[in-house]
């Protein structure tokens, strides 16, 4: 591998020394790296743990941790020392196009878009209403160098040039119209519109799943 091609590592914002993020679109965790915890710390975490009133879920919340590293600490296996990242299982988004990285982080959980982790590490921040698009269109592939920050009608024309078969004059696909029916009663039109990570407003969920639009369409609720 050149090194122009080689693979990229940088920390995801707000995650800063416990994930990151690399140019080929995996996502990484440094687990006993999450906290430069001092000997006072692990030796207080150890007493807490000893004392059999906290559990180890209220322990990484006090000291900022996840609850992997508390169970390093109580059971001796680490101290602050460094050792070699997880890579993270992805997973695919509720709509199936793309694919997700759940990130820890005080005591809670938050699913986010790998190519939008990708593209916001990398390129910079997205501007209200920009998009990231796939030059191929395949919503997978997360290398950088297939990614950049455009507007919808930058997706569109993607569309065309990969000639999926699709109206390229819409926003959605056949597949993202059944999926937001079959959501209804499940998530929230919000949280579709964020699911979906396409430039729509919840008044377009409402009127699909009220079926005043795409009417020609069956599937869903």
């Known amino acids: ?56 879920r209220q322990i990484a919340i006090k000291f900022g941790i996840c609850q992997q590293q508390v169970s390093n600490i109580v059971c001796f296996k680490s101290r602050n020392k460094v050792t070699e990242p997880k890579i993270l299982r992805l997973w695919k988004n509720a709509c199936g196009r793309y694919v997700t990285a759940t990130l820890y982080k005080n005591g809670k959980t938050k699913s986010y878009l790998v190519h939008r982790l990708v593209a916001e590490t990398f390129i910079g921040r997205i501007p209200d209403g920009g998009v990231v698009c796939h030059k191929d269109d395949v919503g997978t592939n997360n290398f950088l160098e297939n990614l950049y920050i455009g507007t919808q009608k930058d997706n569109a024309s993607d569309v065309r040039k990969n000639n999926n078969n699709i109206n390229v004059n819409a926003k959605l696909r056949i597949e993202d119209v059944v999926f937001i029916r079959k959501m209804k009663g499940i998530a929230t039109r919000k949280e579709i519109v964020e699911m979906l990570d396409i430039d729509i407003d919840v008044s377009t969920v409402s009127d699909i799943q009220r079926r005043k639009t795409w009417k020609h369409i069956d599937g869903g609720a």
């Open 1 to 56: 591998m050149s090194e122009q091609n080689k693979e990229e590592w940088r920390p995801i914002d707000g995650y800063d020394g416990m994930y990151e993020i690399s140019t080929e679109g995996r996502a990484r965790s440094w687990k006993d790296n999450m906290i430069k915890t001092s000997m006072n710390d692990v030796d207080e975490i150890r007493d807490m743990h000893d004392t059999g009133n906290y559990t180890q």
